[in-house]
């Protein structure tokens, strides 16, 4: 039936996401090296019919024409993406609200929305032939990285702050990784990551560092338009560490709109961090950190990134969105995480149970209206903090 679709990718060329600068496609890219900047993927997507162009697949590949593998039998899937958005009732109703709804990305091969950007740079990894990788993580992103890596056979090196939780680490060894463990928070493990890179030719997958794991985390904004039959919802809360989601959904909908397909007006984004770490709120309220920044871990492993590579772009999601940026504290997670699942019958991740949190401070603030359409993210799996 679908013998006539179109398969392959509508990728031109990389560009720096500051000047401008083209970037070759066809080769192994870091960083814009310009502007020391991220790099990002662009397609020629004009005169093209989004519901022609799906491919045939019920994964975050059915979007492959947007995504920058140029021969499909390199993708290394387990079958991330197409994830469920559900209606939290209960919830709509006790803030009086028109329609909140859940996005679930817990039920991702291991365990969260990291395998969206993993499944997409492992298999681009394999089409530029890159053998070994590297990767700094607070915890989900290692996991992922080593499940396709075993796919895919690459070898795989995972770094990780020492005090993160055994089940995260057990995975990255039982996929066959090298498990390195260091002291402090993904900025100590970044710096040991380069180090390996720097001796031994491994490909470094560090956050917004590379271009491809955008691309793959892209997907979600996608889903999202198509699942709200591309009427998009008022307003989607979102837990930012490096902020690949928020910068990827956005992504996804301005080419979205580069193709026509969808209308009305975008959502106001909202960045979620936890008070221990919080960069992004900072910079987002008073334009600086402050001189006595001192960021903490928090049992919100996703969000404790000190020093994002890619703050500019966050900040322009949140300034062409007319979003926000807020935090919530590590107790407010903890109540989240129940309240939620005893009233809806869903474990959110403490970063998921932050969107929530930070929802009902914007309601109470009025910052959300009683009729807006409101979306959480929820990136990964209650069971892997344990
Ligand atoms: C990595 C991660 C985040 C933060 O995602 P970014 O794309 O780095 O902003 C949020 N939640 C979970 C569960 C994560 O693993």
């Known amino acids: 039936m679908n013998n006539h679709r179109f398969n392959g990718s509508l990728i031109t060329h990389l560009v720096c996401s ?10 192994v890219q870091t960083f814009a090296t310009c502007c020391n900047v991220p790099l990002s993927a662009a397609y020629d997507l ?57 996005k679930d990305e817990s039920v991702n091969p291991t365990g969260s929305f990291k395998a969206r950007g993993l499944s997409m ?28 890596c075993a796919k895919a056979g690459i070898e795989a090196t995972v770094v990780m702050p020492k005090h993160t939780a055994d089940t995260l680490k ?11 463990q260091m002291d402090g928070l993904i900025d100590a493990c970044g710096k040991k990551a380069r180090e390996i890179a720097a001796s031994t030719g491994a490909f470094d997958m560090s956050t917004m560092k590379e271009p491809y794991r955008l691309e793959g985390k892209k997907t979600l904004g996608y ?38 397909a969808i209308k009305g007006l975008l959502p106001k984004m909202v960045l979620v961090q936890s008070d221990e770490c919080s960069p992004m709120v900072h910079l987002f309220k008073d ?13 919100a492993l996703g969000l404790a990134v000190p020093y994002p590579f890619a703050t500019a ?20 997670m903890e109540m989240g995480v129940e309240a939620i699942a005893k009233i809806e019958g869903v474990l959110l991740s403490p970063e998921g149970a932050a969107t929530y949190k930070a929802t009902q401070k914007l309601f109470e603030l009025g910052w959300i209206k009683n009729t807006d359409k409101v979306l959480l993210v929820n990136t990964g799996s209650w069971y892997k903090y344990r």
Not at 18 to 27: P, Y
């Open 46 to 102: 004009r005169n093209q019919s989004i519901k022609e162009i799906i491919a045939n697949d019920y994964s975050m590949w059915r979007y492959r024409f947007a995504l920058p593998i140029l021969d499909s039998s390199n993708i290394v899937s387990l079958n991330e993406g197409y994830t469920p958005i559900t209606e939290l009732r209960k919830l709509s109703e006790q803030l009086s609200n028109s329609a909140i709804f859940l």
């Open 170 to 180: 057990d995975e990255c060894r039982l996929y066959g990784a090298n498990l390195i």
């Open 18 to 27: 500051k000047c401008n600068t083209f970037f070759d496609h066809q080769v």
């Open 121 to 148: 740079g492992v298999s681009k990894a394999k089409e530029l032939g890159i053998k070994r990788m590297v990767i700094p993580t607070a915890g989900n992103a290692g996991g992922a990285m080593s499940a396709y």
């Open 223 to 260: 889903e999202i338009a198509e699942q709200f039959n591309w009427v998009l919802p008022d307003i989607i809360v979102y837990p930012a560490g490096g902020g690949t989601g928020l910068i990827g959904i956005w992504k996804a909908f301005k080419e979205l709109i580069s193709m026509g």
């Open 287 to 299: 334009g600086q950190l402050p001189i006595n920044y001192s960021p903490k871990p928090s049992a």
């Open 313 to 332: 772009m966050m900040l322009e999601v949140l300034k062409e969105s007319n979003g926000i940026a807020l935090t919530v504290t590590e107790e407010e």
